[in-house]
């Protein structure tokens, strides 16, 4: 029997779902799947990667790839090849820079949805006639016609070690996550999309259930997030899932865009078991909502969560700053919009700062102009995501106390990508604190001294941080290791855990 190593190279907290749906396929084409996955728990080194390779006798690797340590993935391509392995490279990166991940060894990159693709080039067929393929002699980028998902196997979740993720409360952190749907109807300017695309793709509800079912059978989890982009595009199919899992005896949680709820979809997914929906809101100004292509009005951003709330649902707003064209009068619209839903919403997400991902318009309307054209081969870019300190090894070191607890702003603050003016800036951070005063209350519930503590040390750390940029993180990265306690707690009180009852 052949073997196929599938590698997720960059750190990560829970079982990459990715990996299982490309495993599953793998099976069927008659290969033994082995994974190697680089967690915070676990890390791993070039070296091991090769390790593994070697003892699996592996005749292909695959890895899936994002932006950020791509000079570390590169690396581990490099040192794969010289040891004669064959090496597939896909994911989002890859997609969006295709000649650079050939260019860094790759022998295939496989752009966009990589399971037929990939079945492709098993089962042998001739690359120069598999859509979405690239190598060194082909360049295929026209994507292979629409993918029917619902041909596709169920993501197999015995590819995984599944002792590396299993925290304390006995979730095998990863398995709680479920897709129904692919692909987004938006084309916002800061999203790369690339992977999945547009075309908004669904999975036969009926089989999705079953694997929640089945999920819960044998692993108990009871708990859920359905991970989709946009989980309420189809209402009549909203409808049919609350039905179907309604029975089920589990909670959920799930993402959707302001416009595309309605007060009888929540009370729906409420009376079903959702006990939470995450509303990508971004915006509270006007011009910012028009520019970013969000297609949502601010009314409807009002609208949204106060339904929500009103359905008795938990409400996560997802908010954004450091667009290149941002004012303080941006931000001051950004805090009434706050104020506005204060009680609606139980938490706003503390990750928001504009990232240019490769790929996104404002990568490729910016890059040229503002000097940050192919970032991510700097090894000071190393970290950089959708935020700095949950990538990073040792967060202490990249980051300070506020921007842990209440919002990280660090792309702004010190200007990696855009130019701001000290008065953007300074409002920024009367925005992040105005995050972190609403934030604490859920945070730690009941606990007002523990609140106000919180937030006292936060306003310690923002005013040090002004005077002396860089001193908390040079003591901070000297003195403390490991990840930051605040991750498990946000990620409990928003019910990322086994049983949301145990909360």
Known sequence: MKNFLLIYPTQITEAPMTLAMLGAVLKQEGFQVHTCVNTFGRPLQVEDFVKKATEVRADYVGISMLTFQCLFVYDIVRA???????????????????????????????????????????????????????????????????????????????????????????????????????????????????????????????????????????????????????????????????????????????NSRANLVTEEMLRAMKNSGCHSVMFGLESGDPE?????????????????????????????????????????????????????????VSLFQVSGSLMPFPGSAIYKKYAKQCGFENFWLQPEYQDFSVQVYQNAANPFRVSTFYQRQLFDDTYIQEEYFFKYTTEYKQAVRKLVREIGRHNLPFMFKGQPLKQRLFLGLSDLSMAMSVVFPSLEKKIGGALFHGRSKVERIRDQRRGFTKSHQTI
């Open 80 to 254: 794969l090849k010289a040891k004669g392995f064959k090496v597939v490279l896909g994911g989002p990166h890859p997609t969006d820079c295709p000649s650079e991940s050939i260019d860094a060894g790759a022998d295939v990159v496989v752009l966009g949805e990589g399971e037929e693709t990939l079945r492709d080039i098993v089962q042998g067929r001739p690359l120069q006639d598999i859509p979405g393929v690239v190598t060194k002699d082909v360049s295929n980028t026209k994507r292979r016609a629409r993918l029917d998902i619902n041909v596709l196997p169920t993501p197999d979740l015995d590819v995984f070690d599944t002792e590396v993720f299993r925290q304390e409360d006995g979730l095998i952190k990863g398995f709680h996550r479920v897709y129904t749907s692919r692909g987004c109807p938006g084309c916002c300017t800061f999203c790369d999309w690339k992977v999945f695309g547009q075309a908004f793709k669904e999975y036969d509800i009926q089989k999705v259930v079953a694997d929640i079912e089945r999920r819960k059978v044998e692993f108990g989890i009871t708990s859920f997030s359905i991970a989709d982009d946009c989980f309420t595009v189809n209402p009549n199919r909203v409808f049919e899932f609350c039905r179907l899992i309604k029975g089920l005896g589990v909670s959920w949680r799930a």
């Open 288 to 344: 910012t909502l028009r520019k970013i292509g969000k297609m949502v009005t601010l009314e409807e951003n009002i609208r949204a969560p106060k339904l929500a709330h009103k359905a008795g649902l938990e409400v996560y707003g997802c908010l954004m700053a450091g667009f290149p064209w941002e004012t303080p009068a941006h931000v001051e619209n950004q805090l009434k919009y706050i104020r506005e839903v204060w009680n609606d």
